[in-house]
């Protein structure tokens, strides 16, 4: 069996947020010109919209070393810090390696071949609608590609298919897993669906790991309705008020785990 914690230097997980990533170095060059060319006394560097003035030249190396090292940031953890962190999040639960098991919202594959990595006789599937505007190359062909690479082809498959209504039997996978792919569901009962979803497909007694950005504690009452117990979250509650602090509310990551009731039906 492969070694679990080291990655394939030819796997390639994507650039998550592509656009956000594009937008944050525009606003940085923007930030950074405004300064440069304020500094040099070719404008004023105040902005007049109707009454109200900014002084976009002073606010510029400010505003443009901000969003410059948010971008970077954005970049290298979709390179290399989500590499480290999917080992950290599958080390929360205990792999016998016979498991059967299924990454909802796969993308390229990140944790589905993460977890693929740990096994021995059992397998992964993955399912994705392949939306490239959350990450880039986001395609079935590449998630196979970095199954190969990380040398696990052979226990790896995956499937177009909506969350909302996962092609599989009840009761069908030992362990289920999704990472930062349900808050792309935008209304509060198409969530409510793939959970409902995740906890059918959840045999008694099977795990979940849902790691995300938002949305945390309705996906928590959501497993709860679904039959899972021991609903827990295993982040950092700190680091979460300090990434919402820092977003102005609008991410609150965490990680929950749950176990689905050994007594439910399945």
């Known amino acids: 069996m492969p070694d679990s914690s080291t990655p394939s230097p030819a796997a390639d997980y994507g650039l998550d947020a592509p656009g956000a990533v594009r937008n944050l170095f525009i606003v940085a060059g923007a930030g950074l010109l405004a300064w440069i060319t304020f500094k040099a006394q ?17 606010m510029g190396l400010s505003a443009g070393l901000a969003c410059g090292g948010m971008g970077a940031w954005m970049a290298w953890d979709s390179k290399v810090g989500k590499v480290r962190e999917r080992e950290r999040l599958l080390d929360l639960l205990a792999w016998t390696g016979r498991e059967r098991v299924l990454d909802v919202g796969c993308g390229r594959g990140l944790l589905l071949v993460g977890a693929a990595k740990r096994l021995s006789t059992g ?23 970095n199954a190969r690479l990380e040398g696990v082809a052979e226990r790896v498959e995956v499937h177009t298919a909506d969350m909302r209504k996962i092609p599989f039997p009840d009761g069908s996978f030992d362990t289920v897993l999704s990472m930062n792919a349900i808050h792309n569901i935008y209304s509060t009962p198409g969530r409510a669906a793939a959970l409902a979803e995740i906890a059918r497909v959840l045999k008694p007694g099977g795990t979940v ?45 965490g990680t929950l785990i749950a176990r689905k009731d050994a007594r439910a039906a399945g």
């Open 42 to 58: 070719l404008w004023s560097g105040m902005l007049a919209l109707g009454p109200f003035v900014f002084p976009l030249g002073r």
């Open 123 to 145: 397998s992964a599937a993955g399912i994705d609608l392949w939306q490239e505007e959350d990450l880039s190359g986001n395609r079935p062909e590449a998630t196979l590609d």
């Open 209 to 253: 790991l849902i790691v995300d950005i938002r949305h945390l504690r309705e996906y928590a009452a959501a497993l709860r309705a679904g039959g899972c117990t021991d609903v827990r979250n295993a982040s950092s509650e700190f680091g979460a008020i300090v990434v919402r602090i820092i977003t102005l509310g609008l991410v609150w990551p």
